[in-house]
């Protein structure tokens, strides 16, 4: 079994910084990649960013691009997601999940509450 436990979320000011830790856990041999998701009030939850353990090949949305970089350190098996220039409609629950190879999510964390005022 994998576990996955995420941390650094917080309150922050529009214009400000975080960086978000997720720390995986258990079966780590088998992660493919790994992924950022985060779901608003309301909304759906969305992809925010992923990367892939062997080559660190990374993709993002195109709402977060340029503000945000998604790194891993597979020593630690922890996938960080260094967020800048936040502003409020980036405020969320963040998710850390895992990757089979066809991209599909298999395990779920339990999600960091990210708060940007304006």
């Known amino acids: 079994q994998l576990q996955l436990v995420e941390s650094g979320g917080g309150l922050v000011q529009a214009g400000g910084s975080l960086r978000l830790s997720c720390a995986a856990s258990?079966?780590?041999?088998?992660?493919?990649?790994m992924a950022w998701f985060r779901q608003a009030p309301g909304k759906e939850r969305e992809f925010v960013a992923r990367?892939?353990?062997?080559?660190?090949?990374?993709d993002y949305a195109e709402s977060v691009k340029g503000r945000c970089t998604i790194s891993r350190v597979n020593v630690s098996n922890t996938v960080y997601l260094q967020m800048n220039r936040l502003a409020a409609e980036d405020t969320a629950v963040y998710y850390c999940?895992?990757?089979?190879?066809?991209?599909?999510?298999?395990?779920w964390g339990q999600g960091t509450q990210v708060t940007v005022s304006s």
């Open positions: 258990g079966r780590t041999f088998s992660i493919y990649a």
């Open positions: 990367i892939t353990w062997n080559f660190g090949r990374t």
């Open positions: 999940a895992v990757l089979d190879t066809n991209m599909q999510v298999v395990r």
